[in-house]
């Protein structure tokens, strides 16, 4: 973490991390694609992890989820639902008894997946140059099954230690449409000399709404909580900036996303090492 943080370009990668977030947001109006919170986010994670192994059911994504502490087993089914409504995923083998039903992810589903990890995985070849073997290697079945199981463990297994009652995680993390917000202060300052920036940005409210499906209201709630929290300094336009307070919080956070990726490329490039 230390290494990662004190890296020459760490301000750069993630900003780049962050300009992938917001990019995926646009890309894909549909909340079952658009990581509108961290509960989501792990949700759909988990999808494609159960899927890797061969176990995609309805129970299996319950524990995972209430096990991150992000997203309830309440939404966990929700969300299988609304990938069934959409056809992002089949049953294929029906349930009965105290047999739940299995699910497979639909081609569509898995090519947004690996797709959407294209940008970090690029943000991330700017501190490790290894990862832009594993972008080259990414079509490859086997290499990207590898990948998502690794990744995916290793985020399911941290996602629990996001620090509790941290006004960072509680104001952009849990809500919804918080992620996006900060994403788009990280991406919108444009500054890869330093992280986080003191660079004032101007948010399109508006047209972070339709992208994301979340009411121009939350969105603007989010900002208000944030600079209640002292975590955004408000002015004039209006734009807003990061402070201090939150610099701490999120030099981890984000460094620690970029340890993670790190972790689940270099594996997955030794066992499909070319001969």
């Given at each position: 973490?230390?290494?990662?943080?004190?890296?020459?370009?760490?301000?750069?990668?993630?900003?780049?991390?962050?300009?992938?977030?917001?990019?995926?947001?646009?890309?894909?109006?549909?909340?079952?694609?658009?990581?509108?919170?961290?509960?989501?986010?792990?949700?759909?994670?988990?999808?494609?992890?159960?899927?890797?192994?061969?176990?995609?059911?309805?129970?299996?994504?319950?524990?995972?989820?209430?096990?991150?502490?992000?997203?309830?087993?309440?939404?966990?089914?929700?969300?299988?639902?609304?990938?069934?409504?959409?056809?992002?995923?089949?049953?294929?083998?029906?349930?009965?008894?105290?047999?739940?039903?299995?699910?497979?992810?639909?081609?569509?589903?898995?090519?947004?997946?690996?797709?959407?990890?294209?940008?970090?995985?690029?943000?991330?070849?700017?501190?490790?140059?290894?990862?832009?073997?594993?972008?080259?290697?990414?079509?490859e079945s086997a290499v990207a099954a590898t990948f998502i199981e690794t990744q995916g463990r290793l985020l399911l297994r941290s996602a629990a230690t996001l620090p509790a009652g941290e006004p960072v995680v509680e104001a952009f993390y849990h809500p919804a449409g918080g992620l996006q917000i900060l994403s788009m202060l990280i991406a919108g300052s444009g500054d890869d000399d330093a992280f986080p920036s003191r660079r004032p940005v101007e948010l399109a409210i508006t047209g972070l709404a339709e992208a994301?499906?979340?009411?121009?209201?939350?969105?603007?709630?989010?900002?208000?909580?944030?600079?209640?929290?002292?975590?955004?300094?408000?002015?004039?336009?209006?734009?807003?900036?990061?402070?201090?307070?939150?610099?701490?919080?999120?030099?981890?956070?984000?460094?620690?996303?970029?340890?993670?990726?790190?972790?689940?490329?270099?594996?997955?490039?030794?066992?499909?090492?070319?001969?």
């Amino acid at each position: 973490m230390g290494r990662v943080m004190v890296h020459p370009r760490f301000a750069e990668a993630v900003r780049a991390l962050s300009l992938s977030a917001v990019a995926t947001t646009r890309s894909r109006a549909s909340g079952a694609h658009a990581s509108v919170d961290a509960g989501r986010y792990v949700a759909r994670l988990a999808v494609m992890w159960l899927d890797v192994k061969d176990d995609l059911t309805l129970p299996a994504l319950k524990r995972l989820c209430a096990g991150s502490g992000l997203l309830s087993a309440g939404r966990a089914r929700d969300y299988i639902r609304i990938l069934e409504h959409d056809g992002l995923i089949e049953a294929v083998e029906a349930g009965g008894g105290n047999r739940a039903a299995r699910y497979r992810v639909s081609a569509q589903m898995r090519a947004n997946w690996l797709n959407d990890l294209r940008g970090p995985i690029s943000a991330v070849s700017i501190v490790a140059p290894s990862a832009a073997e594993l972008l080259e290697r990414l079509d490859e079945s086997a290499v990207a099954a590898t990948f998502i199981e690794t990744q995916g463990r290793l985020l399911l297994r941290s996602a629990a230690t996001l620090p509790a009652g941290e006004p960072v995680v509680e104001a952009f993390y849990h809500p919804a449409g918080g992620l996006q917000i900060l994403s788009m202060l990280i991406a919108g300052s444009g500054d890869d000399d330093a992280f986080p920036s003191r660079r004032p940005v101007e948010l399109a409210i508006t047209g972070l709404a339709e992208a994301t499906g979340v009411s121009a209201l939350q969105l603007r709630r989010v900002l208000r909580r944030a600079a209640a929290s002292g975590l955004v300094a408000v002015h004039a336009g209006p734009a807003y900036a990061l402070t201090e307070r939150a610099d701490a919080a999120l030099r981890f956070i984000y460094a620690g996303q970029i340890l993670q990726l790190i972790n689940a490329i270099a594996p997955t490039l030794a066992r499909h090492a070319k001969a």
